[in-house]
Every structure is written in structure tokens, then in C-alpha cells.
């Protein structure tokens, strides 16, 4: 099983659409969780850390579920500048990152 | 914000050939950097961690002798592919932070090597 897994994709939506991104993660003991963008070619950039209260950065609301080892991302409004990767992240232990494979989006007009 | 940069951008060598590329975090002091390769369409796999003053720890198959990791001052980490093979032929990044639990770890532009 992979220490990171998230939908393969891509998800291909019409602007204004709301696209919900799912990832889990199989290390019980993480602390820290992240959404990273990547778009083509370039490094990840931070989108948000994931709280387990929920927290939402404008359109972009994120969810942590401990129990089920389980973080979600929610997009609402999509614009076509949010077309990229998005990178599931777990803090693996000594501060390493663990990528999950990523997810693709793709908005169009 | 904290200010990563990463180089070269790009670089083609050949084969038999090494390669150094450098990881300096601007405006802030890194202990530990971490350096990453990506293949095409696939996500960043952890190679190694970078610490001042003392050796890298690798992560499981990766070679040490192959990508050797120096890190001799807080804003300076390097990686040096040597006897690059086609094979190597990947995206290379490194990261620091400032704030690890917080999750502000900054990514270098990444370094596209292609070995011919």
C-alpha cells in the first residue's frame, strides 16, 4: 500500500464547477498534512495545510479526518488558472514529505 | 517569505559525465534540506535529507556514491549526479523550511537534467 494515495484523475471541469479532491494516508502517527499545487513543469508551491478542525482559504476549503486517515481538498468557483496538479502531502516523521502521486485538473471555459 | 533558489534550471550532459546542482535557501538558515527527483508524470520521490555538518541520510535504493549530498553551511546544500546515465535523466528539487510542522516548506525551481 502506498504511504499516500489520491484519486488518479484527471478531473476535467467546466468553470465554476466545484471539484473535490480525496487522499488517504496509511501512517497512523502523521501530525502534519498538506495540499501542494504543482502546475507543469514547475515546483510544488504550498496551497494550504490541512487542520483537524477543517480550514478554508477563500474557495479552497480542506478537511482532515483522523480516524479514517483520510484529508480532502474542495475547489469551488473553478477558475482556469486553478488547472494544475495537486499534490496530497503527509509530514512522514524528522520533517520528511511524503508526496502522493497528485491529481490533475484541468478547467475549462 | 522564505526564498529557495535552486541551479542550474536545466543542464545536458553526457553520458559518464557529473553533475552538480546547488540548493541555497536566501533569507533564512536550513539545517536540513531535502533533495527530490520527479519522472515525468509521476509524483516527487525523496532521495535524500541534507544536513549541515554531518552526512545525508538516504532514503531506501538510493545510491550515496551515485548522488553524493554536501551540505557545508546553513544556506548551502549541493547534489552531484556522478557518471550520469541516461537513466538519471529526471527533475531534481530541493526544499528547506523554515517551519516544518507548519508546513512552509519552500521548493527550489528544480533542475531538468537530461543525460545524451
Known amino acids: 500500500r502506498k504511504e499516500v494515495e489520491q484519486d488518479p484523475g484527471p478531473f476535467n471541469v467546466p468553470e465554476g464547477a466545484t471539484v473535490a479532491f480525496n487522499c488517504t494516508y496509511s501512517?497512523?502517527?502523521?501530525?502534519?498534512f498538506f495540499w501542494y499545487r504543482q502546475d507543469c513543469r514547475k515546483e510544488p508551491k504550498l496551497l494550504m495545510s490541512?487542520?483537524?478542525s477543517g480550514n478554508e482559504d477563500g474557495r479552497f476549503t480542506a478537511q482532515l479526518n483522523r480516524a479514517s486517515q483520510y484529508i480532502s481538498l474542495l475547489i469551488r468557483d473553478s477558475k482556469l488558472s486553478d488547472s494544475a496538479t495537486y499534490l496530497c502531502?503527509?509530514?512522514?516523521?524528522?520533517?520528511?514529505?511524503?508526496f502522493g502521486a497528485g491529481t490533475r485538473l484541468a478547467v475549462h471555459p | 517569505g522564505a526564498v529557495v533558489s535552486q541551479h542550474p534550471s536545466r543542464v545536458i550532459c553526457k553520458s559518464g559525465t557529473s553533475v552538480k546542482i546547488e540548493c541555497r535557501s536566501l533569507?533564512?538558515?536550513?539545517?536540513?534540506m531535502f533533495w527530490y527527483r520527479q519522472f515525468p508524470k509521476k509524483s516527487l520521490m525523496l532521495m535524500a535529507t541534507?544536513?549541515?555538518?554531518?552526512?545525508?541520510?538516504?532514503e531506501q535504493g538510493v545510491e550515496k556514491d551515485k548522488f553524493l549530498i554536501n551540505h557545508a553551511s546553513l544556506t548551502l546544500s549541493t547534489l552531484t549526479v556522478t557518471s550520469a546515465h541516461p537513466e538519471d535523466s529526471s527533475f531534481y528539487i530541493c526544499?528547506?523550511?523554515?517551519?516544518?510542522?507548519?508546513?512552509?516548506?519552500?521548493f527550489g525551481s528544480g533542475t531538468r537534467l537530461t543525460v545524451v
Open positions: 526544499s528547506a523550511t523554515r517551519t516544518p510542522l507548519q508546513g512552509g516548506y519552500t
Open positions: 501512517n497512523s502517527a502523521s501530525q502534519s
Open positions: 490541512v487542520y483537524s
Open positions: 502531502v503527509v509530514n512522514g516523521g524528522y520533517n520528511k514529505l511524503i
Open positions: 533569507d533564512f538558515q536550513a539545517t536540513t
Open positions: 541534507s544536513n549541515e555538518g554531518s552526512k545525508a541520510t538516504y
